[in-house]
């Protein structure tokens, strides 16, 4: 039995290090790949240098380090445990909708239906001026469950954020969950949401994971993959330093009293002399990281979303993320390198300036662009092939998640990305100002 458990515990830590191994691979392949093909990098040493003069090179040793950096962080990830004979904390759970239709009865039944002490649970729905028949099915739930269930309603559409701060003002809970209205969570969920809290008094958000709830096409199939491996992976990496970036809308949770003194800064928070509509679960999470507190992951909180089916629809999402990433990481600059909590500060300024590096080496590779097509096909080709390997070993983690061969979604969403998704990020810089929703 004890070997058994050993060996468990070994394949688990092996699929982990696939992303590592996918890193290391890469690198090598694009080093030995320049140094035969007869490139003027003739020699290993050569080739080795040349890559960090390369933009398309840079970006592989760069993504291949930061990996590496990520999965030995994964390794050290542990869910959350509510401490034994722990007392639990009343919860309101707020939900914001806009033209959801009965999507938003699922999103509220899934709360209503979860094992959490009812006695210690409350549900506020808020309708954000919703134009169709979002709060007929609110109101359904609410004759369901009457004890349960709080409505406000907007006569007009003012935004998610206005939204939330509605909805935590009327919460009396201790702890403030957010889910999407166009999500369903698990049953255990929110006592997973609750547990950080309890275990540890410095916590004061927690993010949980996102799964797609809609696997019909291939657009959905890939955010999947892609889900899993920003949500589970990536975030697991950023909770064992305590400093996850962002609580995502779709699930997180907060102590009271780290977010409600704040709720007018965070309601009438302005960029560039424009107010900010969107990224309010990015800025409310660098709210709660100002103060001091830490933000985690909890693996173990489940929420299942309804993702982009279609080009469009996820190329307006990642264009709201990205402007939500710029705005925000001004934001987070401003606090990063000052002593705003005790400890595990190194940390998530090394992820902020790789985040970033993303935007100046892309205007990086247009400089360089006419040496691109004169001279460097064969490395931006290797290149090329070297992210495709690395994505491979990174999508194999998927395995681990759901234990599904779906992985090679991961693989089409990398070549998509390369040859689809690039003008994002620039476009998401240019138009930071637009504080459309985008989605509407």
């Keep these: 039995m004890r070997f058994s458990h050993t060996l468990r515990r070994w394949v688990v830590a092996s699929v982990g290090l696939l992303p590592l191994v996918g890193a290391l ?12 093909s007869g490139h003027r990098w003739s020699t290993l040493a050569t080739a080795t240098t040349g890559l960090f003069t390369h933009p ?34 009343k919860v309101s759970v707020v939900i914001p909708a806009f033209n959801e239709g009965p999507m938003v009865e699922r999103s509220i039944r899934s709360v209503a239906q979860c094992d959490y002490p009812k006695h210690l649970l409350e549900v506020i729905v808020v309708d954000d001026g919703s134009r169709d028949d979002t709060f007929f099915h609110m109101q359904r739930l609410r004759r369901e469950h009457p004890e349960l269930v709080k409505l406000v309603r907007f006569k007009g559409n003012r935004g998610k954020r206005d939204a939330l701060v509605a909805g935590f003002r009327a919460a009396t809970g201790t702890i403030l969950v957010t889910i999407d209205s ?4 698990e049953p255990r969920t929110i006592h997973e949401m609750v547990a950080p809290f309890l275990a540890s008094p410095d916590v004061g958000g927690v993010a949980g994971r996102v799964a797609v709830l ?3 096409t291939t657009v959905s199939r890939m955010l999947e993959v892609q889900y899993a491996l920003a949500f589970d992976f990536g975030r697991a990496a950023q909770s064992t330093y305590r400093c996850v970036a962002c609580c995502p809308g779709a699930l997180s949770s907060f102590r009271r009293e ?39 992951y909890q693996r173990t909180a489940v929420v299942h979303t309804l993702a982009p089916v279609t080009y469009g629809q996820m190329s307006r999402m990642f264009v709201r993320w990205d402007r939500s990433f710029i705005v925000e990481g001004f934001s987070f600059a401003r606090f990063m390198l000052t002593r705003y909590r005790k400890r595990n500060r190194f940390l998530p300024v ?3 300036c790789v985040s970033n590096l993303r935007l100046f080496l892309f205007f990086y590779g247009l400089v360089q662009l006419p040496l691109l097509f004169r001279s460097e096909l064969t490395v931006m080709f290797h290149a090329m092939l070297a992210l495709l390997v690395g994505t491979t070993f990174t999508a194999l983690y998927y395995l681990r998640v759901e234990r599904s061969f779906r992985f090679l979604y991961g693989v089409l969403y990398a070549v998509y990305s390369v040859l689809l998704l690039q003008w994002i990020l620039p476009w998401a810089l240019v138009t930071v100002r637009d504080e459309r929703w985008g989605t509407r």
């Design 25 to 36: 691979v890469s690198m090598a392949w694009l080093v030995l790949a320049t140094a035969e």
């Design 56 to 89: 398309v090179g840079l970006i592989v040793v760069i993504q291949s380090l930061y990996t590496a950096l990520l999965s030995v962080l994964w390794m050290r990830y542990r869910p959350f445990e509510t401490p034994e004979g722990a007392e639990l904390p």
């Design 182 to 185: 166009d999500s369903e969570i």
């Design 214 to 216: 809609n696997r019909d």
């Design 258 to 296: 780290a977010v409600l003194p704040f709720l007018d800064e965070w309601a009438s928070q302005t960029f560039l002399g424009r107010p900010v509509n969107h990224g309010e679960d990015q800025a409310l999470t660098n709210i709660v990281l100002r103060q001091g507190y830490d933000t985690v």
């Design 350 to 352: 090394v992820t902020f």
